[in-house]
């Protein structure tokens, strides 16, 4: 699934990370609004589960996953969103197990200046600027942001600042691109991870670079990669007992790849190497390292027309866990022009992260005897592709091994990391979405979407569990769009309802309207109001989310 154009440019969301919660079977559990901080969970797995990416370079948190989403990106740097749910490891490596999102960023595109200012409820204001202009044999396009709120209730406020720097170059050796992002959060943390502290707080600051090439030679493609991501973090515990569990970390993940692909009439190929290695400073956790060599091989031959196959192997060795082999096999076979059944299989690993071995608090307790945990994957479904309408179904079930969680007896307990085991996991997820004037002309709505994921996870336990077992049971994500004298008008709805509560439906909408001028010149003025109807609800660990929030802002784009 990809999210791109209108369905970003009219997003109800400034933060790709809320954007990303409305499609089916992703969670999005943010502890806060407008990206402050979110956990991001796909078919049930958990928020250190998943891989993310920007412009295909892995940026998880070695530290803790609670950092993947410091996202270091400006307003209006994502230029799409590619979601791939299913076990991807034999791809992308470690924490695959629900499935990957890769952010694609925006790219220099000629000369180009947009302007954009939001204002709104708890004193909240963004404003962001990006210009694109050609630098001799150079293509170059430079963004800022701010967002800043007092807050929706006390220990809520925060200021994020973020910056960034994309540059591309054509030359007879082939094309190369390097992208620079910055991102400073400061933000209050009420009882952020737990309920024993209400006062905390948190500063964090993201660093990362990427510098990639795209070398063709006749039907091979070669791409060489560059990365280094800095993740800073300052957590305090409780702000009224200043210097007391006060924790400073700083990791550092970088590495090099290079990819090979072969297409051909009779097949496709790639394969590749990868290095790359994790580092942590901190004063809670010590000094540690790791590093991790990867080779990968993945085939896709050409039988047929309408049939897809694809095989895959990766095998990774990490400096203290040794060896993970991860393969997978996937087919897509399309019957009767509009309609495609397919199905797929994957195994998938994740290594413990720093937190995960070293951590503690007055809180939590980590276990440096963790073992690695691992998962097989298995889906079906059948997908419909015609004219307006594009609908699937999926049904899918995973097997997780040596699972890791946070687990305590009672709510008095500090948290403790461990290996709980096996825990099952099997669900089916929906969707459709509608272009209606593709059908029939006369029908005023632009765009109709629905989609709809139930799941179960089981294990017996006689113990609170932190994360594992903490899981979307149901989830509805709907809405429409519809121009109405030249203005668009969206309305989103979100039902969750997670194992062990009654559920909550929020209601999101957003007015704009687009003018263009001569030349490339536009406008976009917009009105939009988050949680409609003011209710009361929590995505993680009952941290209350905001009430009726309303923004209204201007984009300008020359």
Known sequence: ????????????????????????????????????????????????????????????????????????????????VEILKGPASSLYGPNSFGGVINIMTKKPAGREIEVKADGGSFDYFLTAVSA?????????????SESRSSGYMPQTEFNIFSLSDSVTAETGFGAYDFFFGY????????????????????????????????????????????????HADKFMLDTNRPGWQTNYHTTYNYGGAVSFVLENAFLDVAYGYELSADTIDST?????????????????????????????????????????????????????????????????????????????????IGNPGLRPESSWSYDAGLDYKRGGVDASATFFMRNAYDTIDWTRVNPRNPWQASNIGTVDTAGFECSA???????????????????????????????????????????ISAGLEYTFLDFKNIWVLNYKKRIGDSGFLVVDTKL????????????????EISNLFDIEYSEQSDIPMPGRWIKAGAKYRF
């Not at 737990?194 to 660093?207: A, Q």
């Not at 399309?334 to 720093?354: D, E, H, K, L």
Request: with cysteine.
């Open 132 to 144: 694109s202009t050609p630098l001799g044999p150079l293509n170059n396009r430079f963004s800022c």
């Open 284 to 364: 809670n956790l010590q000094t540690h390292d790791r590093t991790r060599n990867a080779v990968y091989l993945e085939v896709s031959p050409h039988l047929s027309e309408g049939l897809y196959l694809n095989a895959g192997v990766r095998a990774d060795g990490f400096s203290d866990f040794g060896w993970e082999l991860s393969p997978s096999a996937s087919a897509a076979y399309t019957v009767f022009q509009y309609y495609t059944i397919r199905a797929s299989v994957g195994r998938s690993y994740r290594i413990p992260t720093f937190t995960d071995l070293y951590y503690r608090d007055a809180a939590n």
């Open 1 to 80: 699934m990809v999210l791109e154009g209108d369905t970003l440019k009219f997003s109800s969301y400034d933060a790709v990370q809320d954007e990303i919660g409305n499609v089916g079977g992703i969670d999005i559990r943010r502890r806060g609004p407008e990206g402050v901080q979110s956990d991001i969970s796909i078919r049930g797995a958990t928020f250190e589960q998943n891989s993310v990416l920007i412009d295909g370079i892995p940026v998880n948190d070695p530290q803790t996953g609670h950092h993947t989403m410091d996202l270091p990106l400006t307003a209006l740097d994502a230029q799409r």
């Open 512 to 527: 704009s309207k687009d003018v263009r001028f001569k030349g490339a010149v536009a406008f976009e003025a917009f009105l």
């Open 433 to 475: 979405a509608v272009e209606p004037k593709k059908i029939l002309a006369r029908i005023p709505l632009d765009r109709i979407f629905f989609g709809y994921t139930v799941l179960d996870s089981y294990r017996k336990h006689d113990y609170l569990s932190k994360y594992a077992l903490d899981y979307l049971k149901q989830q």
């Open 183 to 230: 991102v400073k959060r400061d933000f209050g943390a009420d009882s952020f991870y737990s309920n024993l502290f209400p006062n905390e707080e948190e500063h964090t600051d993201t660093r990362f670079f990427k510098l990639g090439g795209e070398i063709e030679r006749g039907s091979l493609t070669i791409e060489p990669k560059l990365w280094l991501r800095r």
